[in-house]
């Protein structure tokens, strides 16, 4: 097999060309059997009588919804396996949804800035979107002003601060947008600042971390509790302070730069390398950090790694990898590094359950992308991963690929977070001349 092009500290990808013909030919058929709204309305009616947990479907958002598919056929129409006029009739109809069931959360994967993110891609081709997108961000600025971020420790949930939909992932859009108003600007300052707050120490007694999360502010599922019955730390990119780092550095590089941010970067990031574990591999971090009934963090055995975006190491030093490059921090560039390819010698053999972006074969193969240009274990690995990928492909299935959801249940996703269009959108990623723009979502930058 070819080895990716690659050359250090630039984007690198998949050159060998019959596994570059294997993944066009997946993206084209996920590409048509989601080209029309009639097609995907059966779509996400057919997932939703198949899955387990019904994540639901709403056409503005970027992780679950139409926005999500928009940037599917975009980003095929710009490889030339698909058409614009799809992509575009795709966001309209999220944006006019909006009408219908409009946007009340700012937040990244369903909310207003997901949207955004989207829009904004569309119109790089399409300019008569503009104003549409301008009116969006301003709505977006207000939202963001008008929300009351809650400031009161051993109060917050990870939904304030989070990347998915709290502070960092509205950060994270808003950062990007070119020639700011002032209105945008005012956002960022009150994001920037919510951040800062949140990595300052804590005043109240019992309380190590201001983003400490107990018991009463738990999500409605999983075993929270029985993991962490006086309230623990969360160490996921996805819903955890590595997040948090990860906008604070970017908005950092893109030029919003306020009073504590620098610190704040600096102190988080400190506490995220401080709390990983070292097995034969190499550094290994926890999901969460659980702490006692006196609010004392409590030291566990780092148990068995996720091999995901969302938790386990290879979110966890994305984040380092997205700080570091924001900063130009050439010594935990190095240490994100060495742990990415720890990552990789743990997993070798492993097959993921889901070949989705959230927590599964994609989104292992868009954070080896990721680190290729700075990583040579990176660059040689990413050709097998995105091989592994494309052996989940069914062309019997509606979608081509299929989530599994919980052990043996199969879910024809049409969403970009857990479903067939977040896989086709990491192939062409994968087999792309530069780092798609949608990136942001999952990584900060």
């Known amino acids: ?12 990808h998949v050159t060998d060309g019959p596994l570059v013909d294997r993944a066009h030919r997946m993206i084209r058929l996920v590409a048509e059997r989601t080209a029309g709204t009639d097609r995907l309305t059966d779509h996400v ?24 598919t928009a940037l599917l056929h975009l980003y095929a129409a710009r490889a030339g396996l698909g058409d614009l006029a799809t992509a575009h009739d795709h966001i309209r109809e999220a944006v006019l949804s909006t009408q219908v069931e409009p946007l009340e959360g700012h937040g990244l994967f369903a909310g207003t800035s997901g949207l955004a993110l989207a829009l904004a891609d ?22 963001v002003l008008d929300s009351g971020f809650p400031r009161t420790e051993r109060g917050l949930a990870d939904v304030d ?21 002032e209105p945008v600007r005012r956002a960022v300052a009150e994001l920037v600042g919510y951040l800062v707050w949140l990595a300052e120490p804590a005043l109240t007694p019992g309380t190590v971390h201001r983003w400490l999360i107990t018991p009463e502010f738990y999500p409605p599922v999983g075993d929270y509790h029985a993991k962490y019955p006086h ?12 997040g948090v780092a990860a906008a604070l550095a970017s908005a950092w590089e893109a030029g919003h730069r306020h009073p504590g941010q620098s610190a704040a970067v600096e102190a988080l990031t400190t506490w995220i390398r401080a709390r990983h574990h070292v097995d034969e591999y190499g550094p290994v971090w926890p999901d969460g950090i659980p702490v006692d009934e006196d609010g004392h963090e409590v030291t566990t055995g780092h148990g068995h790694d996720q091999f995901a975006w969302c938790y386990g190491s290879a979110g966890v030093a994305a984040s380092l990898l997205t700080v570091a490059n924001a900063t130009g921090d050439e010594e935990l560039r190095t240490a ?19 070949p989705t ?3 599964g074969q994609a989104g292992m193969v868009m954070l080896c992308q990721e680190f290729a240009p700075w990583s040579p274990a990176a660059s040689e690995a990413l050709p097998r991963l995105l091989e592994d990928l494309l052996d989940y492909a069914d062309p019997d299935r509606p979608l081509v690929f299929a989530d599994q959801e919980v052990p ?3 879910v024809d996703d049409p969403t970009l977070l857990t479903g067939a269009p977040g896989v086709a959108l990491t192939l062409l990623a994968a087999v792309g001349e530069e780092r798609p723009r949608w990136f942001r979502t999952f990584l900060g930058r």
């Open 1 to 12: 097999m070819q080895p990716v092009h690659n050359v250090r500290g630039t984007w690198a």
């Open 336 to 354: 994100a590094v060495d742990a990415f390819e720890g990552v990789l010698r743990r997993a070798e053999g492993t097959r993921l359950a889901s």
């Open 45 to 68: 009616l057919r997932a939703a009588e198949q899955a387990r947990h019904p994540a639901g479907w709403y056409p503005p958002s970027l992780a679950g919804g139409q926005a999500g």
């Open 161 to 181: 601060y989070d990347l998915v939909t709290g502070a960092a992932g509205t950060l994270s859009c808003l950062a990007a947008v070119e020639d700011p108003t």
């Open 357 to 359: 972006l959230c927590h």
């Open 122 to 143: 569309c119109t790089r081709d399409e300019p008569r979107f503009r104003p549409s997108l301008d009116r969006l961000h301003e709505r977006l600025a207000q939202q």
């Open 231 to 242: 309230g623990y730390l969360n160490l996921g990119y996805s819903h955890g302070v590595p």
């Open 408 to 410: 043996g249940n199969f």
